[in-house]
């Protein structure tokens, strides 16, 4: 197990914890599964939802906190998060995860579907263990059913180039900014702060997210595959029309036009076209300033945060993760 810890010196024990839970938890009979799963785990994730938990828990009240749920609860959303990446993967046909084969390209889908669907039973045999009688059962079995409307929704503009900002927006808010949200108000909640807080922390964690997948979204269009340990421009070529795009595209559509009319039929050499067009009509630009307006409002917000070590740590972590420079 990499050394996530290390980034999050406050919660350092507690997140070693974590990640001994999840080889604990992630056991199957199929050793080449096995190491599948293991490979995920540790091939670079920088368990960011799990540290946001701890660090939102870590400016409660501690006399009142019981550190084994702290650490199930935890384990539960990056054992989540897992399960979505290995479903990603099967929708976007991704050949690679974290530098590494994924599951569906390694064993085929039908063994990719239910590895995935296995995590998402370990997620709710950890939520039964650490919630029995929490009303944030059912705040999680929310945040699932909306995670998966995220990527129906995404399914459902896939190659439509009428989707509008309200589209991808409705889509980030399921598929990313969910988890983040419910990582960051779960760890005020079961850290024993007051609702307003836990109220705070959510909104806080929803402005990361948005910022975060907007920053993602920017790197299909800037970065490598090397660097980016993926393919790049994967979400053109099935069609998920990003931020960067949607703003490029908007004053020029008919620069667009011809390449996006073909589909799934769009060459990588017309997809680097594409990508020319975004950068040369200023969609990355415009995608930076959209993502530091989210960046701004959650640090805003993380300032009225009772002060603590914990508050610290999550205002550092946020400008590490947002403040990204290209």
């Not at 406050?10 to 604990?24: D, F, G, P, R, Y």
């Not at 785990?41 to 660090?55: E, I, N, S, T, V």
């Not at 393919?231 to 620069?255: S, W």
């Amino acid at each position: 197990m990499l050394d996530y810890w290390n980034n999050y010196p406050t919660i350092q024990e507690k997140l070693k914890a974590v990640c001994s839970l999840i080889e604990t938890q992630v056991q199957v009979r199929n050793q080449d599964i096995q190491v599948a799963l293991t490979n995920l785990a540790q091939a670079g994730g920088k368990m960011l939802r799990p540290a946001l938990f701890l660090l939102f828990s870590e400016i409660g009240d501690k006399a009142k906190q019981d550190e084994e749920q702290l650490i199930k609860v935890a384990t539960s959303l990056e054992i989540l998060h897992m399960a979505t990446l290995i479903h990603d993967d099967i929708i976007d046909d991704s050949p690679l995860r974290r530098g590494l084969i994924t599951v569906q390209a390694e064993y085929g889908k039908d063994v990719a579907v239910y590895t995935g669907d296995l995590l998402f039973t370990v997620f709710f045999d950890l939520l039964a263990d650490a919630m029995n009688g929490s009303e944030f059962l059912h705040t999680n079995a929310r945040s699932m059913k909306r995670l998966l409307l995220g990527e129906l929704d995404q399914m459902h503009i896939r190659f439509d180039q009428n989707q509008t900002l309200s589209d991808y927006l409705r889509s980030v808010n399921g598929k990313t900014a969910e988890l983040f949200w419910l990582s960051c108000i779960e760890g005020a909640h079961f850290g024993k702060t007051d609702v307003e807080t836990q109220q705070l922390a959510g909104r806080i964690g929803r402005n990361i997210g948005v910022a975060f997948q907007v920053y993602d979204d920017i790197l299909d269009y800037v970065s490598d595959s090397e660097t980016l340990k993926k393919p790049v421009l994967e979400d053109l070529a099935q069609g998920v029309y990003t931020l960067p795009l949607l703003l490029a595209k908007e004053a020029h559509p008919e620069a667009f036009s011809p390449y996006l009319d073909k589909k799934q039929a769009i060459t990588t050499e017309e997809a680097q076209k594409v990508s020319a067009l975004v950068l040369e009509y200023d969609g990355v630009e415009k995608a930076k300033e959209f993502a530091l307006s989210f960046t701004e409002k959650a640090l805003a917000e993380i300032e009225l945060l009772p002060d603590s070590p914990g508050k610290t740590m999550i205002k550092q972590l946020t400008s590490d993760l947002l403040g990204r420079d290209y």
